[in-house]
Protein backbone atom coordinates (compact mmCIF):
# COMPACT_ATOMS: atom_id res chain seq x y z
CA UNK A 1 0.00 0.00 0.00
CA UNK A 2 3.17 2.51 0.01
CA UNK A 3 2.67 5.30 -2.61
CA UNK A 4 5.08 5.88 -5.25
CA UNK A 5 6.23 9.18 -4.99
CA UNK A 6 6.48 10.82 -8.37
CA UNK A 7 6.68 14.81 -6.94
CA UNK A 8 10.69 14.49 -6.09
CA UNK A 9 13.71 13.96 -7.80
CA UNK A 10 17.45 11.99 -7.41
CA UNK A 11 18.21 14.93 -6.13
CA UNK A 12 15.67 15.72 -3.57
CA UNK A 13 16.22 12.27 -2.36
CA UNK A 14 19.66 12.74 -1.73
CA UNK A 15 19.08 15.93 0.49
CA UNK A 16 16.83 13.68 2.86
CA UNK A 17 19.35 10.90 3.02
CA UNK A 18 21.04 13.69 4.55
CA UNK A 19 18.85 15.93 6.39
CA UNK A 20 17.49 12.47 7.90
CA UNK A 21 21.22 11.70 9.16
CA UNK A 22 21.27 15.00 10.28
CA UNK A 23 18.34 14.89 12.24
CA UNK A 24 18.90 11.80 13.73
CA UNK A 25 22.35 12.58 15.12
CA UNK A 26 22.41 16.06 16.27
CA UNK A 27 19.10 16.67 17.03
CA UNK A 28 17.39 13.75 18.58
CA UNK A 29 20.01 13.59 21.30
CA UNK A 30 20.05 16.78 22.06
CA UNK A 31 15.78 17.25 22.56
CA UNK A 32 15.68 16.51 26.36
CA UNK A 33 18.09 19.32 26.86
CA UNK A 34 16.27 21.69 24.59
CA UNK A 35 13.23 21.34 26.45
CA UNK A 36 14.31 21.92 29.52
CA UNK A 37 16.06 25.38 27.94
CA UNK A 38 13.30 26.13 26.07
CA UNK A 39 15.17 26.95 23.25
CA UNK A 40 17.72 25.51 20.91
CA UNK A 41 21.39 25.42 20.85
CA UNK A 42 22.94 27.85 18.45
CA UNK A 43 25.18 25.60 17.48
CA UNK A 44 23.32 23.18 15.80
CA UNK A 45 21.67 26.13 13.88
CA UNK A 46 25.71 26.59 12.67
CA UNK A 47 25.86 22.59 12.06
CA UNK A 48 22.61 22.96 9.83
CA UNK A 49 24.33 25.80 7.79
CA UNK A 50 27.71 23.88 7.25
CA UNK A 51 25.73 20.90 5.74
CA UNK A 52 23.89 22.58 4.02
CA UNK A 53 20.62 22.31 5.51
CA UNK A 54 19.18 26.16 5.23
CA UNK A 55 17.85 28.06 2.95
CA UNK A 56 18.03 25.33 0.76
CA UNK A 57 15.95 27.43 -2.08
CA UNK A 58 18.01 30.88 -1.96
CA UNK A 59 20.00 31.34 -4.95
CA UNK A 60 24.02 29.94 -4.76
CA UNK A 61 25.28 33.27 -5.21
CA UNK A 62 23.74 34.49 -1.82
CA UNK A 63 25.25 31.52 -0.04
CA UNK A 64 22.01 29.32 -0.08
CA UNK A 65 21.32 25.55 -1.66
CA UNK A 66 19.72 27.11 -5.13
CA UNK A 67 17.32 24.44 -4.95
CA UNK A 68 13.40 24.28 -5.29
CA UNK A 69 10.95 23.81 -3.24
CA UNK A 70 10.52 20.22 -3.20
CA UNK A 71 13.95 20.18 -1.51
CA UNK A 72 11.96 22.92 1.51
CA UNK A 73 9.54 20.12 1.59
CA UNK A 74 11.67 17.06 1.74
CA UNK A 75 13.56 19.00 4.54
CA UNK A 76 10.18 19.60 6.57
CA UNK A 77 9.12 16.07 5.90
CA UNK A 78 12.28 14.64 7.82
CA UNK A 79 12.51 17.03 10.88
CA UNK A 80 8.80 16.03 11.47
CA UNK A 81 9.19 12.13 10.25
CA UNK A 82 11.97 11.78 13.26
CA UNK A 83 9.96 13.20 16.01
CA UNK A 84 12.09 16.71 16.63
CA UNK A 85 10.60 19.05 18.32
CA UNK A 86 10.39 22.54 18.39
CA UNK A 87 13.76 23.34 16.06
CA UNK A 88 11.74 26.01 13.84
CA UNK A 89 13.93 25.17 10.69
CA UNK A 90 10.79 26.19 8.15
CA UNK A 91 10.42 29.57 9.74
CA UNK A 92 14.16 30.67 9.40
CA UNK A 93 14.33 29.07 5.43
CA UNK A 94 11.35 28.69 4.12
CA UNK A 95 9.36 31.27 5.75
CA UNK A 96 11.44 34.37 6.44
CA UNK A 97 14.56 34.43 4.00
CA UNK A 98 11.96 34.12 0.77
CA UNK A 99 10.94 37.52 1.39
CA UNK A 100 14.32 38.77 1.52
CA UNK A 101 14.91 36.96 -1.80
CA UNK A 102 12.19 37.98 -3.48
CA UNK A 103 11.51 41.65 -2.42
CA UNK A 104 14.68 42.33 -1.29
CA UNK A 105 17.27 45.07 -3.13
CA UNK A 106 20.55 43.51 -4.41
CA UNK A 107 22.35 45.33 -1.50
CA UNK A 108 20.00 44.22 1.02
CA UNK A 109 20.86 40.30 -0.46
CA UNK A 110 24.54 40.85 -0.13
CA UNK A 111 24.24 42.13 3.09
CA UNK A 112 22.00 39.69 4.62
CA UNK A 113 21.70 36.38 3.15
CA UNK A 114 25.08 35.02 3.67
CA UNK A 115 24.81 35.20 6.95
CA UNK A 116 21.42 33.65 7.34
CA UNK A 117 22.09 30.68 4.83
CA UNK A 118 25.16 29.72 7.58
CA UNK A 119 23.25 30.00 10.59
CA UNK A 120 25.08 32.93 11.86
CA UNK A 121 21.93 35.20 12.12
CA UNK A 122 18.86 33.39 12.76
CA UNK A 123 15.24 34.98 11.64
CA UNK A 124 11.98 35.08 12.82
CA UNK A 125 9.05 37.18 11.32
CA UNK A 126 7.18 39.02 13.57
CA UNK A 127 3.10 39.85 12.47
CA UNK A 128 0.72 38.68 15.17
CA UNK A 129 -0.54 41.09 18.04
CA UNK A 130 -2.39 40.55 20.62
CA UNK A 131 -6.26 40.82 19.61
CA UNK A 132 -5.40 40.83 16.24
CA UNK A 133 -4.82 37.15 15.74
CA UNK A 134 -5.03 36.15 11.83
CA UNK A 135 -6.40 39.65 11.21
CA UNK A 136 -3.59 41.41 9.56
CA UNK A 137 -4.66 44.26 8.73
CA UNK A 138 -5.55 45.13 11.89
CA UNK A 139 -1.89 44.86 13.33
CA UNK A 140 -1.25 48.41 15.39
CA UNK A 141 2.46 48.48 15.53
CA UNK A 142 3.73 51.33 13.41
CA UNK A 143 6.70 52.66 11.57
CA UNK A 144 6.91 56.93 11.85
CA UNK A 145 9.35 57.96 9.21
CA UNK A 146 11.48 60.25 10.90
CA UNK A 147 14.25 61.51 7.75
CA UNK A 148 16.24 58.68 7.21
CA UNK A 149 14.79 56.22 9.45
CA UNK A 150 11.78 54.29 11.29
CA UNK A 151 10.75 55.05 14.66
CA UNK A 152 9.10 51.84 15.20
CA UNK A 153 6.35 51.12 18.26
CA UNK A 154 4.04 48.30 19.49
CA UNK A 155 4.52 44.44 20.37
CA UNK A 156 4.03 41.59 18.57
CA UNK A 157 3.59 37.81 20.15
CA UNK A 158 3.23 33.92 19.36
CA UNK A 159 6.76 34.76 17.68
CA UNK A 160 8.59 31.45 16.86
CA UNK A 161 12.24 31.53 17.22
CA UNK A 162 11.53 34.66 18.94
CA UNK A 163 14.68 34.28 21.80
CA UNK A 164 17.36 33.05 19.31
CA UNK A 165 16.51 35.48 16.15
CA UNK A 166 19.00 38.27 15.35
CA UNK A 167 16.75 39.65 12.70
CA UNK A 168 13.18 39.89 12.77
CA UNK A 169 10.96 40.67 10.08
CA UNK A 170 8.11 43.27 11.30
CA UNK A 171 4.93 43.83 9.55
CA UNK A 172 4.32 47.54 10.65
CA UNK A 173 1.67 50.16 9.93
CA UNK A 174 3.41 52.97 7.82
CA UNK A 175 -0.17 54.58 7.10
CA UNK A 176 -2.07 53.30 10.05
CA UNK A 177 -5.24 55.27 8.42
CA UNK A 178 -4.85 53.21 5.71
CA UNK A 179 -6.21 49.57 6.54
CA UNK A 180 -4.21 46.65 4.59
CA UNK A 181 -3.12 49.19 2.12
CA UNK A 182 -1.18 51.18 4.68
CA UNK A 183 0.93 48.02 5.89
CA UNK A 184 4.89 47.58 5.55
CA UNK A 185 7.63 45.35 5.86
CA UNK A 186 10.40 46.37 7.92
CA UNK A 187 13.52 44.38 9.12
CA UNK A 188 15.06 44.62 12.79
CA UNK A 189 17.98 43.80 14.19
CA UNK A 190 17.85 42.66 17.73
CA UNK A 191 20.36 44.48 18.97
CA UNK A 192 18.63 47.66 18.38
CA UNK A 193 18.33 50.57 20.99
CA UNK A 194 14.38 49.88 22.39
CA UNK A 195 13.69 46.29 21.33
CA UNK A 196 13.56 43.52 23.92
CA UNK A 197 12.36 40.04 24.22
CA UNK A 198 8.93 39.40 26.60
CA UNK A 199 8.66 36.22 28.14
CA UNK A 200 8.76 33.02 27.09
CA UNK A 201 5.31 31.51 26.03
CA UNK A 202 3.80 28.65 28.29
CA UNK A 203 2.29 26.55 25.55
CA UNK A 204 0.71 22.87 25.46
CA UNK A 205 3.55 21.83 23.15
CA UNK A 206 6.77 22.13 21.48
CA UNK A 207 8.55 23.26 24.54
CA UNK A 208 11.85 23.71 22.80
CA UNK A 209 10.55 26.06 20.26
CA UNK A 210 11.34 29.82 21.76
CA UNK A 211 8.05 31.37 21.63
CA UNK A 212 7.96 34.85 22.74
CA UNK A 213 6.67 37.85 22.59
CA UNK A 214 8.36 41.25 21.16
CA UNK A 215 8.52 44.40 22.41
CA UNK A 216 9.17 47.68 19.98
CA UNK A 217 10.01 51.06 21.93
CA UNK A 218 10.99 54.08 19.75
CA UNK A 219 13.08 51.82 18.11
CA UNK A 220 14.99 53.54 15.13
CA UNK A 221 15.87 51.35 12.05
CA UNK A 222 17.52 52.91 8.60
CA UNK A 223 15.11 53.26 5.53
CA UNK A 224 17.21 51.01 4.24
CA UNK A 225 15.97 48.15 6.46
CA UNK A 226 12.38 48.52 4.49
CA UNK A 227 11.81 44.97 2.37
CA UNK A 228 9.88 46.11 -0.95
CA UNK A 229 7.90 49.35 -1.23
CA UNK A 230 6.47 51.19 2.06
CA UNK A 231 2.16 49.97 2.36
CA UNK A 232 3.00 47.56 0.11
CA UNK A 233 3.90 44.82 2.60
CA UNK A 234 0.01 43.00 2.62
CA UNK A 235 0.18 42.18 -0.59
CA UNK A 236 4.07 40.31 -0.22
CA UNK A 237 2.52 38.83 2.91
CA UNK A 238 -0.59 37.75 1.16
CA UNK A 239 1.92 36.11 -1.92
CA UNK A 240 4.16 33.91 0.67
CA UNK A 241 1.46 32.95 3.46
CA UNK A 242 0.75 29.84 0.18
CA UNK A 243 3.81 29.09 0.41
CA UNK A 244 4.11 28.77 4.11
CA UNK A 245 0.58 26.92 4.32
CA UNK A 246 1.71 24.36 1.90
CA UNK A 247 5.03 23.45 4.21
CA UNK A 248 2.94 22.67 7.30
CA UNK A 249 0.52 20.68 5.00
CA UNK A 250 3.63 18.64 3.51
CA UNK A 251 5.17 18.04 7.31
CA UNK A 252 2.25 17.42 8.64
CA UNK A 253 1.50 14.14 6.20
CA UNK A 254 4.96 13.32 6.80
CA UNK A 255 3.89 13.16 10.60
CA UNK A 256 0.57 11.69 10.14
CA UNK A 257 2.40 8.24 8.04
CA UNK A 258 4.80 8.44 11.08
CA UNK A 259 2.79 8.22 13.27
CA UNK A 260 0.61 5.42 11.60
CA UNK A 261 3.97 3.39 11.43
CA UNK A 262 4.55 3.55 15.01
CA UNK A 263 0.65 2.96 16.09
CA UNK A 264 0.91 -0.25 14.13
CA UNK A 265 4.18 -1.49 15.20
CA UNK A 266 2.27 -0.37 18.78
CA UNK A 267 -1.01 -2.63 18.69
CA UNK A 268 0.79 -5.29 17.27
CA UNK A 269 2.78 -5.93 20.00
CA UNK A 270 0.92 -4.59 22.95
CA UNK A 271 -1.18 -7.37 24.75
CA UNK A 272 -4.91 -7.56 25.60
CA UNK A 273 -7.19 -10.11 26.25
CA UNK A 274 -5.00 -13.06 25.31
CA UNK A 275 -3.96 -11.45 22.33
CA UNK A 276 -3.09 -8.39 20.65
CA UNK A 277 -5.18 -5.00 20.49
CA UNK A 278 -4.09 -5.49 16.17
CA UNK A 279 -6.15 -8.81 16.68
CA UNK A 280 -9.76 -6.38 17.60
CA UNK A 281 -11.46 -5.77 14.60
CA UNK A 282 -12.48 -2.34 15.92
CA UNK A 283 -8.70 -1.34 15.55
CA UNK A 284 -8.25 -3.18 12.25
CA UNK A 285 -11.35 -0.71 11.14
CA UNK A 286 -9.73 2.27 12.86
CA UNK A 287 -6.51 1.68 11.32
CA UNK A 288 -7.93 1.18 7.79
CA UNK A 289 -10.15 4.10 7.89
CA UNK A 290 -6.56 6.16 9.13
CA UNK A 291 -4.66 4.64 6.35
CA UNK A 292 -6.81 5.77 3.66
CA UNK A 293 -7.02 9.29 4.66
CA UNK A 294 -3.52 9.38 5.34
CA UNK A 295 -3.40 8.20 1.27
CA UNK A 296 -6.14 10.78 0.32
CA UNK A 297 -3.73 13.96 1.82
CA UNK A 298 -0.27 12.14 0.72
CA UNK A 299 -1.69 11.97 -2.85
CA UNK A 300 -3.52 15.83 -2.54
CA UNK A 301 -0.70 17.30 -0.80
CA UNK A 302 1.98 15.65 -3.21
CA UNK A 303 0.10 17.20 -6.18
CA UNK A 304 0.24 20.40 -4.97
CA UNK A 305 3.76 20.28 -3.85
CA UNK A 306 4.51 19.06 -7.76
CA UNK A 307 2.45 22.73 -9.17
CA UNK A 308 4.04 25.25 -6.47
CA UNK A 309 7.79 23.53 -7.72
CA UNK A 310 6.86 25.08 -11.45
CA UNK A 311 4.42 27.56 -10.29
CA UNK A 312 3.30 30.16 -7.52
CA UNK A 313 0.18 27.92 -6.06
CA UNK A 314 -2.46 29.99 -5.92
CA UNK A 315 -4.13 31.52 -1.98
CA UNK A 316 -6.82 28.88 -2.21
CA UNK A 317 -5.04 25.77 -2.93
CA UNK A 318 -2.53 26.47 -0.54
CA UNK A 319 -5.41 26.96 1.91
CA UNK A 320 -6.87 23.24 0.36
CA UNK A 321 -3.79 21.15 1.25
CA UNK A 322 -3.52 23.00 4.84
CA UNK A 323 -6.93 22.60 5.74
CA UNK A 324 -7.54 18.75 4.69
CA UNK A 325 -3.33 17.76 6.02
CA UNK A 326 -4.09 19.40 9.27
CA UNK A 327 -7.77 17.92 9.91
CA UNK A 328 -6.88 14.64 8.74
CA UNK A 329 -4.25 14.52 11.02
CA UNK A 330 -5.54 15.64 14.04
CA UNK A 331 -8.69 13.72 13.77
CA UNK A 332 -5.98 10.69 13.51
CA UNK A 333 -4.01 11.48 15.94
CA UNK A 334 -7.10 11.49 18.65
CA UNK A 335 -7.78 8.33 17.22
CA UNK A 336 -4.36 7.14 17.20
CA UNK A 337 -4.06 7.81 21.18
CA UNK A 338 -7.57 6.09 21.90
CA UNK A 339 -5.86 2.99 20.29
CA UNK A 340 -3.01 3.50 22.58
CA UNK A 341 -5.20 3.53 26.01
CA UNK A 342 -3.48 4.59 29.16
CA UNK A 343 0.02 4.89 27.13
CA UNK A 344 -1.81 7.22 24.33
CA UNK A 345 -1.34 9.90 27.81
CA UNK A 346 1.90 9.28 28.52
CA UNK A 347 4.31 11.99 27.08
CA UNK A 348 7.43 9.10 26.58
CA UNK A 349 5.18 8.01 23.70
CA UNK A 350 5.34 9.38 20.20
CA UNK A 351 1.51 9.37 19.89
CA UNK A 352 1.57 11.69 22.97
CA UNK A 353 4.09 13.98 22.16
CA UNK A 354 2.47 14.50 18.83
CA UNK A 355 -0.93 15.29 20.35
CA UNK A 356 0.35 18.44 22.43
CA UNK A 357 2.97 19.37 19.73
CA UNK A 358 0.61 19.24 16.40
CA UNK A 359 -2.87 20.47 17.82
CA UNK A 360 -1.37 24.22 16.69
CA UNK A 361 -1.13 23.16 13.13
CA UNK A 362 -5.06 23.49 12.72
CA UNK A 363 -3.54 27.62 14.35
CA UNK A 364 -0.46 28.57 13.25
CA UNK A 365 -0.44 29.90 9.49
CA UNK A 366 -3.89 30.73 9.56
CA UNK A 367 -6.61 29.00 11.53
CA UNK A 368 -8.86 26.60 9.45
CA UNK A 369 -11.55 29.02 9.74
CA UNK A 370 -9.26 31.38 7.94
CA UNK A 371 -8.76 28.61 5.55
CA UNK A 372 -12.53 27.82 4.92
CA UNK A 373 -13.07 31.59 4.13
CA UNK A 374 -10.68 31.62 1.45
CA UNK A 375 -11.55 28.85 0.03
CA UNK A 376 -15.33 29.99 0.26
CA UNK A 377 -14.42 33.22 -1.74
CA UNK A 378 -14.05 30.97 -5.21
CA UNK A 379 -16.84 28.75 -4.85
Wanted: glycine share 8%.
Amino acid sequence: MNINRTVYREDHEMLRDTARRFFERECLPRQAEWDKAGRTDRETWLKAGREGLLCVTVPTEYGGGGGDFGHSCVLAEELHRSGVSGFSLSVHSDITAPYIVRFGTEEQKQRWLPKICRGETIMAIAMTEPGTGSDLKSIRTTAVRDGDEYIINGSKTFISNGLNADMILVACKTDPKAGSKGVSLIMVEADRAGFRRGRKLDKVGQPAADTTELFFDNVRVPVDNLLGEENKGFVCLMQELAQERLIIAAYSVAKLERLLEQTLEYVKERKAFDGTVWDFQNTRFKLADIKAQTVAARTLVDYYIGEHMTRRISVQEAAIAKLFATETLWKCIDEMVQLHGGYGYMLEYPIARAFTDYRITRVFGGTSEVQRDLISRKL
